[in-house]
């Protein structure tokens, strides 16, 4: 019997200490997404919480090209991701390319932080997006050489993931068996213990 997007939210949900942010506990990466559009003023939403992450020496280094499904943008972002990404991703509504600018603006010097920072820009889009039910799921599969020449990117900008963004659906639109038994298995994450340390390699004692 297939397995429905109420079932699978369930089964993906985080498990975790208490009073641990609810869109935190929520979001995971789907696959299966729905050709609902997500509105303009939604999208909106989601980048002005990027556009309050923290950044060094308040760079705010991001970038974000944005293709809407049958945009020129969305099909060149298509054309270059991995034929294990494009079997889903062409299905969500809309297809992100994060951008990273890796010299300061003021000074011309290197920004050694400018990925670091991309990626708390992210981090805050997509809880963002969680909270208005806004399913998400980033890929670093894809052509970044193909993606810079296609998108025109200019050499200054290291470029971060591919995001599908959109609604979720059923698993069983996913084109194959592997990727619906990939999206309906449940999540699994380390121990704190292994990567949260007093000196190294030694676990923090935290509870």
């Known amino acids: 019997m297939p397995i429905s997007t109420i079932q699978v939210n369930q089964l993906k949900r985080a498990s975790t200490v208490d009073d641990v942010l609810p869109v935190i506990v929520e979001r995971w990466s789907p696959r ?33 090209l944005v293709g809407l499904r049958d945009s020129p943008t969305f099909n060149k972002i298509v054309s270059t991701l991995v034929e294990f990404n494009q079997a889903w991703a062409p299905k969500a509504p809309v297809l992100l390319l994060g951008l990273a600018r890796t010299r300061f603006a003021r000074s011309g010097k290197p920004n050694e932080y400018a990925l670091y920072d991309l990626g ?56 194959n068996e592997k990727l619906i038994e990939t999206e309906t298995s449940p999540r699994s994450r380390k121990a704190l213990s292994e990567f949260v340390f007093t000196s190294w390699g030694e676990p923090a004692l935290l509870r």
């Open 32 to 64: 299966a997404f729905s050709p609902r559009e997500v509105s303009a003023s939604d999208l909106a939403k989601v980048f002005e919480a990027a556009r309050w992450a923290p950044s060094s020496s308040n760079e705010q280094p991001w970038s974000y």
């Open 120 to 175: 708390a820009a992210t981090g805050f889009l997509i809880l963002q997006a969680t909270a208005l039910g806004i399913a998400t799921h980033q890929m670093g599969g894809f052509d970044h050489n193909a993606a810079r020449r296609v998108l025109e990117i200019p050499e200054e900008f290291a470029l971060g993931s591919v995001m599908a963004l959109g609604y979720q659906d059923e698993p069983s639109t996913l084109p």
